[in-house]
């Protein structure tokens, strides 16, 4: 029997999969949020599509919560300045890397873009090697 969080974990899956071959299929977009994050800050011309993508994923989250009555998860860092740190590095990865995880990851493996496939799979490699090292050296965040 499956447990209730895989159930979840399918469901949401399959929601994220069905929302970016919408996307791809009726605009031709790619479902990555930096693009588009940087598209709805930068970009007058293009900015309303953008707008309501970005605020129908603060939504969909919303309504997770209220038809779930699940708590939102506790921030894992107490200092806001090493959040800001944290999202100007992952800002400079995604620049450098041309693009973030759900842009690679989701939209661009199933495209099957070597360069995507080579991006992701430097995401999940440094992933691994953060926690392991953060595990090694004991920090505590």
């Known amino acids: 029997m499956l447990d209730e969080s895989l159930i979840q974990a399918l469901i949401g899956g399959l929601i994220i999969g069905v929302s970016a071959s919408i996307l791809i299929l009726l605009s031709g977009r790619i479902?990555?949020?930096?693009?588009?994050?940087n598209g709805a800050l930068f970009n007058s011309g293009d900015r309303l599509w953008r707008i309501l993508f970005l605020g129908g994923l603060l939504f969909g989250g919303f309504l997770c919560h209220l038809f779930?009555?699940?708590p939102s998860p506790e921030l894992a860092?107490?200092?806001p300045w090493l959040a800001i740190a944290g999202g100007l590095?992952?800002?400079y990865g995604v620049r450098l890397g041309?693009?973030?995880t759900s842009g690679h990851g989701i939209c661009g493996i199933?495209?099957?873009s070597k360069r995507s496939i080579a991006a992701t799979l430097c995401?999940?490699?440094s992933g691994m090697t953060t926690v392991a090292l953060i595990k090694m050296i004991g920090a505590v965040i």
Do not use: D
């Open 68 to 70: 779930t009555g699940k």
């Open 123 to 125: 995401f999940i490699a």
């Open 98 to 100: 041309s693009g973030c």
């Open 31 to 37: 479902a990555g949020i930096s693009g588009i994050l």
């Open 77 to 79: 860092i107490n200092s």
């Open 89 to 91: 590095i992952v800002g």
């Open 110 to 112: 199933a495209r099957l």
